[in-house]
C-alpha cells in the first residue's frame, strides 16, 4: 500500500470579486484541479509549482486541514480531516510560516510538552532528541525562548518538533525559505540524513531548487492545481530537451561564427574570444576536433544543465498552453 494515495484530489474556493463599482460576484476558483497520484514508502518527493499553483492547498488536504471538494486522499491509510486525531501521531508537519513551539517557552521545554502531547515513551523521545541535537547542532540555543531565536535557529527546532514523535511521513512547506546559507545547509544536510536512513516518507514544497537537487528523487510538477510532470529530475531534462553546453575559450576570436554539425551555437561572449555550444547529436570530442580546425583552443568546460533553466522554461509553457481556472459561479 502507498504511503501517500490521492484520487481526482480537487479543491475549488468560492471568492467574491468585485464586478462593478458596487457589484460583487461570487467566483469558483479551482486551486487544485484532480491529481492522481501515489507515493511509496521511504520517497523523497519534491513537489514544486509556480505561485498559486496549488502547492500548499494540496498539503493541507493531507494533512487534514481543509477538506477536498471532491476527491479522495489517503495519508498512511487514513482519511486525513475524517481521522486528523490519529493522523497527527504519524505525520509531522513543517509549514515555514507556521510554528509549532511555544513562543515563550525555551525550545528544550517546546520539546518537552510535545512528548506529552503525543504521548511518546521518554526513552524514545530521548533518543530521538539527541539525535536533533547532534545533527541539527541545537545545544547552543536549546535553553533560549522561541520568540528570542533566528529564523534558521528556529527552523531547526520546528523540524526536530516535528519528528519527535517518530513520524512516518514528514510534509515540508518551504522549510528553507528565508535562511542564511549555512542554515540552509544544515536543514538540507539534516533532511538528506533522513532520506538515506529510509524510514520517513519526505514530501517537500519549495522555490528554492537546489533543496530539490540535492534531496528529492521524484519530483512532481504541478500549475494550475494539475500535474504537469512526475518523475526523476534526470527525466524533466531529457522531457524539457535540457542540453549540456561546452564552453570553448579561444585565443582569438574568428572571422566568422563556427557551424558545427549536431552542436549549435548558443552565444558568443568575451569578444568572441569564448563560444558556447548546445550539445545536441555531437559528442564534446567532436566539438573539440571540429573547433581545434578552426581556431586555437585554450580552455574548454562542460556545463552541465540547469535546473533553474529547465523548470522555468516549463512554467513558461504550461503558463503559455492552459488558461487560468477561474470560473464564474452561478
Ligand atoms: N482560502 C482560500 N480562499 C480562496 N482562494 C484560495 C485560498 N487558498 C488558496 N487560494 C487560491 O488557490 C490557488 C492555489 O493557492 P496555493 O496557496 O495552494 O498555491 P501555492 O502553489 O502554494 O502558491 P505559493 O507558491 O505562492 O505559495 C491560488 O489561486 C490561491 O489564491
Redesign the pocket.
Known sequence: MSVIEMSGLRKE?T?RVKAGRLRREKRT?T?VDGIDLRVERGEMLGYI??????????LKMLTGVLMPSPGEARVCGLRPVAERTRLAMRIGVVFGQRSQLWWDLPLRDSFELLRHVYRVPAGEHGARLARCRGLLDLDEFLDTPVRQLSLGQRMRGELTAALLHGPEVLFLDEPTIGLDVVSKQAVRGFLAELGRAGDTTLVL?T?DLADIERLCHRLVVIDHGRVVHDGSIAALHSRYGSRRMVVAELDAALPRPPELPGAPLQRVEADGHRLVFALESATVAEVVAGLAGLATLRDIAIVEPDIEEVVARLYRMTAEAGGATVTGAP
Open positions: 474556493f471568492v476558483v486551486a509549482g509556480p505561485n498559486g499553483a496549488g502547492k500548499s492547498t494540496t514544497t522555490h
